[in-house]
């Protein structure tokens, strides 16, 4: 019998962009600084308002400005919990800007846990380093028409097939932007889709991979295959994650001969 988990609030998981239809204009970087924390921890550190006095005053009334804030972790613990630690920290920095009267509209939050460092997370001072939220002022630009380039395809290398990939939303069949976790016996690599919803990713011939969809207000998918040259495209269909809502999990796997999820 499958597995049946409902949804009692709207369940926002992985990570949170809040950027509307304005993102795709082209934008000019203002100013940029950051601010740290203490390992596991989202409170900001007294040091850090001279920082954000700073930006709340270049930033002032003045028009065709905002501020994107792009918070990071340490790769020390999961994937998901690092996550989950810098959306907290991501918060904390718009709370602190709202606080200080900047408004809402203005703000634009990305997550990415520890999939973008800044530096080693071999030592703790790299480590420490990568503990940031990365706060920009940007100014929008005006647009400038230009002829639609199609991205490049990408050729599979001597040995290698290509796994393609879209993820979308079961109800509204649309492309979603997600993050994809494929993993097998070998390794786990982290991919994220374009906007469109779509992924590639280079792997050996008969490798036997998991692939999990995530994406924000949408209830997680996975599936298992078995690569092969000539294989379909892979579509995920991601269903929208409302109040009272369910969601069934098929084809949950255990260690051999024990009680244990894979």
Not at 9 to 17: G, V
Not at 90 to 119: C, H, W, Y
Not at 233 to 247: H, Q
């Amino acid at each position: 019998m499958p597995f049946r988990f409902f949804v009692f609030a709207s369940l926002l998981f992985f990570s949170k962009n809040i950027f509307g239809q304005s993102a795709n204009m082209p934008t000019e970087q203002v100013y940029s600084s950051e601010v740290y924390f203490d390992f596991g921890k989202h409170e900001l550190q007294p040091g850090s308002d001279t920082v954000f006095s700073k930006i709340k005053k270049l930033v002032g009334d003045k028009s065709g400005l905002f501020v994107k804030i792009t918070a990071h972790t340490d790769s020390i613990g999961s994937l998901q919990n690092n996550l989950a630690l810098s959306q907290r920290r991501g918060n904390a920095v718009k709370q602190r800007f709202l606080e200080m009267g900047i408004p809402d509209s203005l703000l634009q939050v990305a997550d990415f846990g520890e999939t973008k460092p800044a530096a080693t997370n071999s030592t703790e001072t790299g480590r420490q380093k990568n503990r940031r939220a990365t706060i920009e002022i940007l100014k929008y630009q005006k647009a400038t028409a230009a002829p639609k380039k199609e991205p490049a395809a990408i050729l599979a290398k001597p040995g290698k097939i290509i796994l393609k990939g879209k993820i979308t939303d079961a109800e509204s069949g649309l492309g979603l932007p997600a993050t994809v976790i494929i993993r097998s016996k070998e390794r786990q690599d982290t991919l994220y889709t374009d906007a469109s919803g779509k992924f590639e990713k280079q792997l050996p011939p008969g490798t036997v991979v998991g692939v999990d969809a995530f994406s924000e207000c949408h209830f997680f998918a996975s599936q298992m295959l078995k690569t092969k040259p000539g294989m379909p495209p892979l579509e995920l269909k991601l269903k929208p994650a409302k109040t009272g809502k369910s969601l069934d999990l098929n084809k949950l796997y255990f260690i051999g001969g024990q009680a244990k999820l894979v």
